[in-house]
């Protein structure tokens, strides 16, 4: 099974507003990446957070982590139009040699 | 970062015959992978392509079914062989660079008629 479970599987918010995207997994892990995917095509690498950070930023993504819940989330601020597509976490689970384990995902739609 | 592609983006193969995928990378990488996703789904790993030695795959997925090459550190190739309709996805190479982030290439869309 999946080693990521993904929340919401869908969300639907307007142009301007903030979307959070949830992520759980279920062992240990040196890191997890979020991606995404627009229609289908090739994944767009977003962040890596290492299991020793908490936190990390990029432009408008905001990654948090905690591994006493097992769990991650993606804030993107000021969302846009072209935000509009499908997020992935993956996990590097300890031991696995960077094997990546995907999460079920979650379908943005940003409308105008 | 890594820049990757793949060959062919996509294709439209008939049930019985195979296909061949390349992914090039535009630097010498150490760790490459294969995964697959099945349409309306996630990722699944198909194997972890070792330069210079047998792939190494996961649970479910075997070597005469998906022959994979890896002759140097830039370049890997997936064979999908004896096709059915069920092996219509998309399959995706990607590499760890040294600071443990993976990139992807763009996919090769395949439709199995």
């Known amino acids: 099974s999946q080693q990521g479970e993904e929340d919401p599987q869908a969300l639907s918010i307007q142009e301007g507003e903030n979307a959070t995207m949830n992520c759980s997994y279920k062992?240990?892990?040196?890191?997890l990446q979020w991606y995404r995917q627009n229609s289908g095509r090739g994944l767009v690498h977003l962040i890596l957070?290492?299991?020793?950070?908490r936190e990390k930023h990029s432009g408008r993504l905001r990654v948090t982590l905690d591994t006493s819940k097992k769990s991650s989330s993606l804030l993107i601020t000021a969302s846009r139009a072209a935000d509009t597509a499908s997020y992935f976490c993956?996990?590097?689970?300890?031991?696995?040699?960077?094997?990546?384990?995907f999460g079920t995902g979650t379908r943005l739609q940003v409308t105008l | 970062s890594a820049v990757i592609s793949q060959k062919p983006s996509r294709d439209i193969c008939q049930r019985g015959t195979s296909l061949t995928i390349q992914c090039q990378v535009d630097?010498?990488?150490?760790?490459m992978f294969w995964y697959r996703q099945q349409p309306g789904q996630s990722l699944t790993l198909i194997a972890t392509?070792?330069?210079?030695?047998?792939?190494?795959?996961e649970s479910g997925f075997v070597i005469d079914k998906f022959p994979i090459s890896r002759p140097n550190l830039t370049f890997s190739t997936l064979t999908v062989s004896n096709m059915s309709p069920e092996d219509s996805s998309i399959y995706l190479c990607?590499?760890?660079?040294?600071?443990?982030?993976?990139?992807f290439g763009p996919g090769t869309r395949l439709t199995v008629t």
């Open positions: 392509a070792n330069q210079g030695s047998e792939a190494t795959y």
């Open positions: 062992t240990s892990i040196n890191n």
């Open positions: 630097s010498q990488v150490t760790m």
């Open positions: 990607s590499v760890r660079t040294d600071s443990y982030e993976q990139y």
């Open positions: 957070i290492r299991s020793n950070e």
């Open positions: 993956a996990t590097d689970a300890r031991g696995t040699a960077s094997k990546l384990t």
